[in-house]
């Protein structure tokens, strides 16, 4: 795993998680796991899930939805801790941060991605399905994602577990271990 470029990618991890109807529970081990692996990274990229200005299809049924958790600008706000990490930042108006362009360019030129950040069931599993659909290599870190429910984390882990060519399920020490020290990790 030594010798490509390792981009660590940290989806949502934004306030609204924090204490409104979409309170990811876990959202604060997720974080704590992140905060370890960042210093490890040179290059971290951040997506934000944000209200499309000018939805299409069954987008403009979610805004009329969800569209008023975006009234409150600090809903979008990256967590505080995770703020100081967050230079590179990627607004996304779908599930996949890949519907954000320039993030799938960024993300397809590193040599292999690291996924982190909430909702596992929603973003997180819709970001890694398109990343393996674009032949990136991927790196699932478990510990470092949170979902709403942990049989929706669990579930999201069955798949992943279920492509093992395509995808590596880690820990954020297993990710510490093998990838910054060298010690293989099976």
Not at 1 to 28: A, C, H, T, Y
Not at 89 to 105: E, Q, R
Request: charged share 25%; aromatic share 10%; with cysteine.
């Amino acid at each position: 795993m030594v010798g490509m470029e390792n981009l660590l990618v940290v989806i949502d991890m934004q306030k609204v998680f924090m204490g409104s109807e979409w309170q990811v529970p876990e959202i604060r081990k997720a974080e704590k796991h992140i905060l370890e692996l960042l210093p490890h990274f040179e290059d971290a990229v951040f997506t934000q899930h944000v209200t499309a200005k000018q939805p299409r299809g069954t987008w403009k049924r979610y805004n009329e939805v969800w569209g008023y958790l975006d009234e409150d600008p600090a809903n979008i706000e990256i967590l505080d801790r995770l703020k100081p990490y967050a230079r590179e930042v990627y607004w996304k108006t779908t599930y996949s941060a890949f519907g954000n362009p320039d993030f799938a360019a960024r993300a397809e030129a590193a040599g292999r991605i690291f996924i982190t950040g909430v909702q596992t069931e929603f973003c997180v599993l819709a970001t890694l399905l398109d990343a393996v659909d674009r032949g990136i290599e991927t790196v699932y870190v478990a510990d470092a994602c949170a979902g709403e429910k942990p049989m929706l984390e669990q579930a999201v882990e069955e798949i992943v577990r279920r492509m093992p060519s395509q995808v590596d399920f880690r820990t954020a020490g297993q990710v510490i271990e093998e990838v910054f020290h060298g010690k293989a990790v099976h």
